[in-house]
C-alpha cells in the first residue's frame, strides 16, 4: 500500500474483498506495516486481482507484483501502477497502434492500447493502459509533431489514487506537501487529469 499511515490491515482485507468479491478465500500474510501477501484460492480470483485494477485503499494506491512463494517479499520492488489512460483529440493520422504505442509510452509502460473504444465508453479519444512509475509526477500531456509544430494532447486518467494537485506526485493532497500553503491559483494539476465522459465497470472498481 503506497502510503507512509498506518492503517489496520484487517481494514486493508476488508476492502479488498468488497473490490475483488473473490469466489474463495484469500489468504493473507503481513510482512511489514505496508507489505502483504494474499494467496488467491483459484485462477479466476487471482486474474480479476492481477488484470481489473488499479486498487485503492482509502484512495492510496495497492501496488501489486506477481509472488513465486520463495523469494523475501521485501526484496521486490513495488513502484509501477497499472492504469487506463485516455489519450484527447488525436489527428487521423495518429490513430494507429505504432502512434498510438510511441505516445502512450510517454506516459509509463504499454500494456494494451484500445483505438476502438468498448461500450459505455464515448468521445474522442484512444485508452492506453500503462503501468505507471508512482513515484513520479503524472503526466498531463504528451507532445507529437503536427505540421512541422511540436502540439500538446490532454491525458485523462479513469483511476488513481490521491496525488497532489501542487507538485504532481502520489500519496498525498497539496494540504501535506511541503508546509501546505500554497496558491492554488498556480497549481499544474488538478480534477481536470480525471475522465469524466466514461462509464465504470463497477467489477473494476476497488
Known amino acids: 500500500v503506497h502510503t507512509l499511515k498506518s492503517f489496520s490491515p484487517n481494514a486493508l482485507y476488508n476492502d479488498m474483498r468488497a473490490a475483488w468479491n473473490p469466489a474463495k478465500s484469500v489468504t493473507w500474510r503481513k510482512i511489514?506495516?505496508?507489505?502483504?501477501?494474499a494467496?488467491?484460492?483459484?485462477?479466476?480470483?487471482?486474474?480479476?486481482?492481477?488484470?481489473?485494477?488499479?486498487?485503492?485503499?482509502?484512495?492510496?494506491?495497492?501496488?501489486?507484483?506477481?509472488?513465486?512463494?520463495?523469494?523475501?517479499?521485501?526484496?521486490?520492488?513495488?513502484?509501477?501502477?497499472?492504469v487506463w489512460a485516455q489519450i484527447h483529440h488525436l489527428p487521423?493520422?495518429?490513430?494507429?497502434?505504432?502512434?498510438?504505442?510511441?505516445?502512450?509510452?510517454?506516459?509509463g509502460e504499454v500494456e494494451e492500447i484500445q483505438l476502438k473504444l468498448p461500450a459505455g465508453f464515448f468521445g474522442e479519444f484512444v485508452r492506453v493502459k500503462v503501468k505507471i512509475d508512482i513515484h513520479s509526477k503524472i503526466k498531463r500531456f504528451v507532445t507529437a509533431k503536427k505540421g512541422g509544430e511540436r502540439v500538446q494532447y490532454q491525458v485523462k486518467y479513469e483511476k488513481l489514487p490521491i496525488f497532489c494537485f501542487?507538485?504532481?506526485?502520489?500519496?498525498?493532497?497539496?494540504?501535506?506537501?511541503?508546509?501546505?500553503?500554497?496558491?492554488?491559483?498556480?497549481?499544474?494539476?488538478?480534477?481536470?487529469?480525471?475522465?469524466?465522459?466514461?462509464?465504470?465497470?463497477?467489477?473494476?472498481?476497488?
Open 39 to 82: 494467496q488467491f484460492g483459484c485462477l479466476g480470483d487471482w486474474n480479476k486481482a492481477m488484470a481489473e485494477g488499479p486498487w485503492l485503499f482509502r484512495d492510496q494506491a495497492v501496488i501489486m507484483q506477481e509472488y513465486d512463494g520463495f523469494k523475501n517479499p521485501d526484496a521486490l520492488k513495488l513502484d509501477k501502477l497499472s
Open 166 to 206: 501542487n507538485c504532481g506526485e502520489f500519496g498525498h493532497w497539496h494540504e501535506e506537501c511541503g508546509e501546505g500553503e500554497h496558491d492554488e491559483a498556480k497549481f499544474e494539476w488538478g480534477d481536470f487529469v480525471m475522465a469524466d465522459n466514461f462509464r465504470f465497470n463497477t467489477a473494476g472498481r476497488g
Open 32 to 37: 511489514k506495516a505496508n507489505l502483504f501477501t
Open 92 to 107: 487521423d493520422k495518429f490513430l494507429i497502434e505504432p502512434a498510438v504505442k510511441g505516445l502512450a509510452s510517454r506516459i
